[in-house]
């Protein structure tokens, strides 16, 4: 009768969806273990990325799905989170105290990308995860603005920077080592030289997530930063509008070539609200970006609004995140990022940097 009631279970839990992992809960791996005790059952669920707003709801969807059954009177049902690092490109050592490196890209500018990266940043936090914030667009960094922070890096050992603070997350840019108004006037190898000092002399600690503002385009910068950075996944951000369209398109292809898998599109500006009387109007297109979604069979992880807010709270330095925890602008973050981060949960693991090389030596 145990093994007829799991197997039974197991069936009940085969059904239930991860919509953040586009997996049911047998298929993504997220189910631990499965107890009976007569006719009751305990189901142990472990999901691969943070996701502690939603967890409660997931608890209480199994549950009522097991009790519903006529042959289970009543189901314990515990959900917790744990990452693990992922495969990043062939030929590409883990990054020291980084499980995964999440970049974020778009063909042009102008699209919101550094401000999508930092609430991205700041919900995956606020999910539960330890993340940190690369901001590698040299010409214009952002960053520190929008997360409040300047000044110079302190340095212990004098070789390696420690990164700023703020809100929860760990950030480093090119804009902590340069004044605000000084102009960088690199050329693209001297670009990438830095970028890739900023990346591996930055003292990182234990971070689940890197997420790393890429400059806009397709070029010679991005390229090479996407076959010497070990990237784990990308997430593209575009406007509905046909034009950004046509170069998100081009950054998805670019990440294709470099075998990056993409995680998801995210719509920004889908839609605009009137402060004054409310009417909501797509000024950009409409649904640009579930129809790229679906041409090039990756998901769409969500769609934001054109609200003032957004932009206030990013040039004030406390983003959306951080600034309205409990307002749907957030909730939208975070499930973008709990969308994120599921979809790079169902990806093959890393197995080089989850088990030590053990040497056996006579002595």
Known sequence: MTDATEARARAILATIEDPHAGQNLVESGAV???????????????????????????AATVKAALEADPAIDHAAVSVSCRVAAHRVQEGLAPLAGVRNIIV?????????????????????????????????DIYGPSQPRMLGLS????????????????????VMSIGFLIEEDTPMIWRGPMVTQALQQLLTDTCWNDLDYLVIDLPPGTGDIQLTLCQRVPVAG???????????????????????KVNVPVLGIVENMATHVCTKCGHEEAIFGDGGGARMAAQYAVPLL??????????????????????????????????????????????????????????????
Do not use: C
Not at 44 to 58: E, F, K, M, R
Not at 104 to 129: R, Y
Not at 323 to 342: F, K, T, V
């Open 151 to 170: 000044g110079k890096p302190d340095s212990v050992d004098g070789r390696s920077i420690e990164p700023k603070r703020n809100h929860g997350v760990q």
């Open 32 to 58: 631990r273990g499965v107890g009976v005790s007569g006719r009751d059952v305990s189901i142990d669920i472990q999901l691969g990325y943070p996701a502690l707003s939603w967890q409660g709801t997931l």
């Open 234 to 256: 990308a997430v593209i951000v575009t406007t509905p509008q046909d034009i950004a369209l046509l170069d998100a398109r081009k950054a998805l292809k670019m990440f294709e």
């Open 104 to 136: 974020v890209a778009s063909g042009k500018g102008g699209v919101g990308k550094s401000t999508v990266s930092a609430n991205l940043a700041l919900a995956l936090h606020a999910e539960g995860a330890s993340v940190g914030v690369l901001d590698a």
């Open 302 to 363: 969500g769609a934001l609004p054109l609200d003032i807010r957004i932009r206030e709270q990013a040039d004030g330095g406390t983003p959306t995140v951080a600034a309205m925890p409990d307002s749907d602008l957030a909730a939208r973050y975070r499930e973008i990022a709990r969308n994120a981060a599921g979809r790079l949960s169902t990806r093959a693991r890393n197995k080089s940097i989850q088990f030590p090389k053990i040497v056996i030596q006579n002595t």
